[in-house]
């Protein structure tokens, strides 16, 4: 199975990223964010961060977590390549645990291309069929 | 929403009727040419339609000439709200809250700088901090971002980045009442500390350009411009201190959404009474990430000044004609079925176009109407132009922001090669600089409606009119 794949998109990027588990397609939606800036296979994953997010609703979960992962790049410089994610359900409310693990920003090195400002909630999904989806749009 | 729905007032203007959603309280009115109709994407109208269903919406949802699809409000949507019973939305802002655009004048001629464009391209572009991840050479604390934050321009004034006539000749003299910077998360703050005095990427830029056409002889002359003239088009906004502030506040007012009881169709239209706790909170947060991004054009402009001078000598000048907002929402008063009602007006990828005798534009402006900068594209003309008592009426004073996109970043990427488009640009006298050549793939003119067409809508509807054309010589992008 892909882990994600890229939409056309007038202005922005958006894509669907898959999974077997939720917590699959939620590594996905992260590996793919960064995907949109910059060739992730150029990411070392020397260096580690933890993450916790909590919400009411699963939509609102991605929303969060892409919120954290774009604040990282934003305001500590840093690019991930590896997240290790897990979501558990507790008194209606969610909460998602991650590791992810990737390097400060080396302009030289990773030749980032497109800036990421946002998540956003426009055509934000979440399925589950035979394997989970979540379709994301960024403000870029 | 399908083309066929629209109802056709005039050749360039169209109305969504007001029975076609029913949450809908206004019909939704675009000022489009019928080619530009062919090329809106479908959603976009749908988008107008759902803006049509905020509570408190007066006169019309509007889309102004270069309407393409947002997320929540369309780029281009402006919708005027009462203050009074109606809502505050940050989908109808945007996330690079008051992205605009500043506009230099300076006393050199085309003929003075024929020859030395590359050259000062690349000083421009290697002084000032662009691109992503780019940070800036201005070390802040955190009290000095929350002083910046609060007071706009006059942080610039003391810090010796702005003269007085920066602050007249820019809207709103720079500097939102409202602001408080307890309102903002320390995210926000964090995101925003280095990166005051940067240009940031994509569309973003740093252009000189020269006066290639004088359309309006009058209006020209007040603005202080004239044929062959150079100028400098300053494109950028909040950076990720806006962007934060935005992504923290529709997350808090999909909260207020609930609590209540707004019904709206699209979770991205987010929004508060504009008179509750969460709406006030948003519009003080909202008003401290605009003071941010005119005081980041403003440390840019005074790193533009520093750099001309070094290069054309000490008696080069570069004054502002104008700084303009894109993405805000203000408190306006405007005449609503002949009453004087007071709004909130949202404009996302939209500019304000206040006509004459506005007592909100510079003195010097009364006669003439506000300038409206409207860029074009790397290898396409910019133009300025005035505002009109006919915005006034139909549009809430606003009017188009740019022409906006037709053609997706990685579609770009396929038809265009960097160097080439480089090259191509080089052929016409443009001379582009970008951090790498993917960026100008992705900014290829072809990916960009004809500003042309946009700007002539905007011009012959009257919702602003042309006054100068604008052509590129050189491009710094992020």
């Known amino acids: 199975m892909e882990k994600f794949k890229f939409l056309e998109h007038t202005a922005d990027a958006q894509f669907i990223a898959y999974g077997q588990t939720l917590n699959q397609a939620f590594e996905n939606v992260g590996l793919a964010t960064f995907e949109v800036m910059m060739d992730t296979d150029l990411i070392e994953d020397i260096e580690k961060t933890e993450i916790q997010v909590v919400g009411d609703e699963i939509d609102a979960l991605v929303y969060d977590w892409l919120s954290e992962l774009i604040f990282l790049f934003s305001a500590e410089n840093m690019v991930f390549n590896k997240f290790n994610v897990e979501i558990i359900e507790k008194e209606k409310r969610f909460q998602l645990d991650a590791v992810v693990w990737g390097e400060k920003i080396d302009m030289e090195k990773h030749q980032i291309h497109t800036e990421v400002k946002a998540p956003t909630y426009h055509g934000l999904s979440v399925k589950k069929n035979d394997f989970y989806e979540i379709k994301v749009l960024l403000d870029t | ?478």
């Open chain 2, 1 to 478: 929403m399908k083309r066929e729905k629209l109802t056709k007032i005039n050749d360039l203007t169209w109305e969504i009727p007001e029975n076609y959603k029913n949450c809908m309280t206004v019909p939704g009115r675009m000022y489009l040419s019928t080619d530009l109709v062919d090329i809106v994407e479908e959603d976009t109208y749908e988008q107008v339609a759902n803006v049509a269903c905020l509570p408190g919406i007066v006169k019309y949802s509007l889309a102004m000439p270069e309407a393409h699809l947002g997320y929540g409000f369309p780029i281009g949507g402006v919708a005027g709200i009462d203050i009074e019973n109606g809502v505050i939305s940050p989908g109808g802002v945007g996330f690079d809250i008051n992205c605009g655009v500043k506009t230099l004048k300076t006393n050199l001629e085309l003929s003075d700088v024929k020859g030395g464009v590359e050259e000062l391209i690349n000083r421009l572009f290697s002084n000032i901090p662009s691109g992503v991840g780019s940070e800036s050479k201005l070390k802040l604390s955190y009290n000095d971002l929350d002083y910046l934050l609060e007071n706009g321009l006059d942080w610039a004034l003391e810090n010796g980045y702005a003269n007085e006539e920066d602050v007249i000749y820019c809207e709103e003299e720079g500097r939102m009442d409202s602001a408080n910077a307890d309102k903002v998360s320390k995210k926000a703050k964090q995101r925003g500390l280095s990166q005051v005095g940067t240009l940031g990427s994509g569309n973003h830029f740093l252009e000189v350009q020269y006066v290639d056409e004088v359309l309006d002889e009058e209006a020209a002359e007040n603005f202080g411009l004239e044929k062959n003239q150079v100028v400098v088009m300053i494109h950028t906004g909040s950076r990720g201190f806006g962007h934060q502030v935005c992504t923290d506040y529709v997350k808090k007012l999909e909260k207020a959404t609930k609590k209540y009881n707004i019904d709206i169709p699209d979770k991205q239209l987010a929004c508060a009474p504009f008179d509750s706790k969460e709406g006030q909170d948003y519009f003080s947060a909202m008003a401290c990430a605009a003071n941010y991004a005119w005081v980041n054009r403003q440390v840019i402009t005074s790193w533009v000044r520093d750099i001309f001078k070094d290069y054309y000598g000490n008696d080069t000048e570069l004054n502002t004609l104008y700084d303009v907002a894109h993405n805000m929402a203000k408190k306006e008063t405007h005449n609503v079925d002949g009453e004087k009602k007071d709004l909130i007006v949202h404009r996302k990828g939209a500019t304000r176009a206040f006509g004459p005798n506005h007592s909100d534009i510079p003195r010097d402006y009364q006669e003439t109407g506000q300038p409206v900068m409207i860029p074009g594209n790397m290898g396409a003309p910019s133009y300025i132009l005035k505002g009109t008592d006919f915005a006034m009426e139909n549009t809430f004073g606003s009017t188009c922001h740019g022409a906006g996109r037709k053609m997706s970043r990685s579609q770009a990427k396929r038809e265009y090669w960097g160097e080439t488009v480089q090259k191509e640009l080089s052929k016409q006298g443009i001379y582009v600089k970008a951090t790498h050549g993917a960026v100008i793939a992705e900014e290829s003119p072809g990916a960009y409606k004809n500003p042309n067409k946009v700007v002539n809508v905007a011009h012959n509807v009257g919702i602003s009119k042309k006054v100068v054309k604008l052509k590129p010589l050189g491009v710094a992008k992020g």
